[in-house]
């Protein structure tokens, strides 16, 4: 079935032709379970590199864990089509993509691309949010309109921030909040909703001074990789667990049980530095050699030491399964070894 939406000149069909590791699951009823027209901004600055659909796909696929892009259209002001911001058909609508949590099923995930704290809305781009909205409206998908921040369970998001009353030629004043409203605090803690990851939660989106390391730090018997549905975290508790306070003396390394190397560390290296970050990630039960003496804390960093590496970065750096020791990896070791008491 081709629905109107799909006619918009504007409109490009890009499903099934971005990064993505799988599929996401159809829609138990097909389209008729949409009720609401989510809408997002995506938070990245439209002068930034990244500000396309192609980074949101690997950084959703790549580092998120999810089996492709997290919204389902996409509208991109830096490219014009027609006079219009270009509208970008990515996922399917009749499947259940991660965008709200457990308001998949009747989700339909629209992202502005911008970060409408700072950026301002062009009239290319209001004309097609204007002329989607209408379109899927005379399509019968969805009822309501609803930013992400008003979905249940996500009202401390910082999205969406523009003004739909603006966007939307005949909206209804109470569908929308407007810009001026500010996110609420983060929960003290959070119930884990489908498709949330320690990254989806703190990265980008997420409630200001929260990292994912603090995450890390907050909750030692959490595995990011193996989020459950219902599962309890904290999230507002969580911060400054591993992130210092702007005001906080940064602690330097030596003072810590299991201090960390830093630069890039990776096979063939040798020494005292290849001994710290093996004793670090023995510490937490990565061992480089669990059979060998010293559980393998040989200064050599040969391929024990790197498949160490690779399968603690398989847990907490999903983005980056290399086996090489660097900044990204020594960030989420330092964090894991804080919530063990080292």
């Known amino acids: 079935m081709t629905y109107k939406f799909q006619q918009l000149p504007q409109l490009v069909d890009k499903r099934g032709k971005l990064p993505s590791k799988g599929s996401y699951n159809k829609r138990a009823n097909g389209v008729k379970s949409i009720t609401t027209r989510v809408w997002h901004h995506s938070l990245t600055k439209l002068s930034a590199g990244g500000s396309n659909i192609v980074s949101f796909a690997n950084f959703h696929v790549g580092t998120n864990g999810w089996p492709e892009i997290a919204y389902h259209l996409v509208i991109d002001p830096n490219t014009i089509i027609n006079g219009k911001a270009a509208i970008y058909y990515c996922v399917d609508i009749s499947k259940r993509s991660y965008h709200v949590g457990n308001s998949n099923t009747i989700g339909l995930g629209i992202c502005v691309i911008g970060d409408y704290r700072t950026d301002k809305l062009s009239q290319e781009t209001i004309a097609s949010i204007t002329d989607l909205r209408n379109a899927l409206i005379k399509d019968s998908i969805g009822k309501y309109d609803k930013s992400h921040n008003e979905m249940p369970g996500y ?21 929308v909040p407007a810009a001026s409203q500010k996110p609420a605090s983060p929960p003290d803690l959070y119930t884990i909703q489908e498709g949330d990851t320690f990254w989806s939660i703190a990265e980008k989106d997420g409630p200001a001074g929260i990292t994912v390391n603090d995450l890390i730090a907050a909750n030692p018997g959490v595995d990011p990789t193996k989020l459950k549905v219902g599962q309890t975290i904290k999230l507002g508790k969580a911060q400054y667990t591993y992130t210092q306070k702007p005001d906080e003396p940064k602690k330097p390394q030596l003072t810590y049980r299991y201090p960390l190397p830093s630069g890039v560390l990776k096979k063939g290296a040798r020494g005292n530095l290849v001994s710290q970050l093996q004793a670090a990630l023995a510490a937490v039960h990565f061992y480089p050699n669990k059979n060998a003496k010293n559980n393998g804390v040989d200064g050599i960093y040969g391929n024990d030491t ?31 070894l804080k919530s063990k008491g080292y």
Do not use: H, M
């Open 155 to 175: 009202s401390w998001k910082a999205c969406c921030v523009y003004d739909y009353n603006k966007a939307f030629k005949d909206i209804l004043e109470t569908i």
């Open 306 to 336: 790197a498949d160490a590496v690779r399968r603690f970065q398989s847990v907490y750096v999903p983005g980056q399964v290399d086996g090489v020791y660097g900044p990204n990896t020594k960030s989420k070791l330092q964090a894991v």
